[in-house]
């Protein structure tokens, strides 16, 4: 999600060779919203925590979080750590 984020923020950007195109992938990072970068490391830990928890199989299924109707409910921010819930 973060590099598909800076991507389709970079594609905006004309690039006529590497140079053009590494400026513009900066611009794109420096353009990414915060709260895009606290959803994609919940994310993170979130697939982190069903690792540990299912022995670090990846057959697991991610639970949907809904991060944006949790933030609209509690009126705050993604919180930057969850607790580890292994077993």
Known sequence: AFFRALQSIQ?????KNVD???ANVLEAYDELPLDSCKKVWTTA???MNEVIRNGGSN???LPHA??????RMLQC????SLPCQAK
């Open 11 to 15: 594609y905006t950007k004309y690039s």
């Open 45 to 47: 830990q979130m697939v």
């Open 66 to 71: 809904q991060k944006d109707k949790v933030v």
């Open 77 to 80: 921010d993604i919180p930057l």
């Open 20 to 22: 053009d195109l590494m």
């Open 59 to 61: 057959a697991y299924k």
